[in-house]
DNA sequence: ATCCATATTCTTACGGTGTAAGAATGCAAG
DNA sequence: CTTGCATTCTTACACCGTAAGAATATGGAT
């Protein structure tokens, strides 16, 4: 319906591309079928398109992948909320999570990348202002701001590509056998499931920000 | 020098491939070259062979990253050591941290790979089993357990492919420009040092065990 | 020693990947 | 319409994991 799709009467089914709609189009093929089997073939595919055509926007996949990072970076939110700075992390936090949760295939990807563009370092470089407005010195808050990144790093990785998502060539290891060979896990297992994790990223959230709180008094 | 090396007189100059050459080379050539420039024919190379001798011993590559976790599982000592179950988590947190960097490059495929081989839910098993001689129920120890297994995974996933080592396309920011733009990241720079990692796993470890033990109270 | 079964290694080939080089197309301004 | 530029596509290359099967080495039976 939209009046470019018929200018000069020719079939012009296809939105044009744009760095919007790739990134789009990226996050969609990353997240749907996993880090694995993203290939720049297939998303052409998924936006219509050949394969090189990406190459006008983005010099690489890898500089595609920065500008997925930089959207995620962006998502995150640290506007000052509240007089509390440790509140303020709590929030960070959450919306950390909920980028991460946002992008399960991709994130995986995030959590190894290098933040060195300007999108990521501006993110940093904020939360660490926060960090600062706790009272913290120089080498404390370093210390404090990088266990609060361990933290979430290894919270949502788990969450997105965690003990039961990751790739393995192995076979699945029976439920008999799991029972008699490995009790303990198997005993915890049903505390394992998708509606707990919102209450063991809280509760481990609580001990690190407990701990940044004490830090406070160095 | 070895008898074996002269059978008929014939140089046979290379010793023959096994499963733990293979895994020792993949190893070396995973944690030299990093995880992107890891292929089965730079394998092959190192190990003087042709690629498809590998698929002899391994039936594909998958297979040989699941052998070479369990290797890093197997490195990872949890042997019961004192009386306290406090001390025995650390000990095993201090031991995941040597093997993560025992294999910088190898590391980050470990810490998103699903852990359903033997050997390693062997591991999981003996570990949860330190969390029930705490006397945890089974609700808290399931998710202290992974609070635990978050941290770890975090502090060694920054310190093998962190901040200043994982891959990105985009250049790095200038000295000048990062002083004047990230100037919160630039002040905490001088304690992001290698020297100082120790100090801070320790520091996040402490506090993560001692949210551990406040749990034992419920 | 010879023969054979088996274990080990290599050769070749196929469909996939990222992307370099440049040709084709579309479009807006003169 | 022509010209120039932005956009898209075609073709090609070197590399990847690995399937299929040929070549070779090895160790036991005769």
Redesign the pocket.
Known sequence: MSE?KR??T?R?V?E???HERIVAAAFALADRRGLA????????EE??????????????????FDAMVDCCMADIAVAPSGDDWIEHLRRIAYSYRAMALKHPGFYPLLAVHRLNTRVALGLLDRVLKVFEAGGLSVAVRAQQFRIFGYYLTGACLDETAGYAKGPSAAEPVSGDEFASNFPSIAAVGPFFQPQDHLKTFEAGLEVVLQGIRASQRR
């Open positions: 470019r200018i000069g020719k012009k296809r044009p591309l744009s089997a993203f290939s720049t073939r297939l998303l052409a936006l219509g398109c050949e394969a090189m055509s990406i190459y006008h926007y983005f010099p690489s996949k890898a500089h595609l």
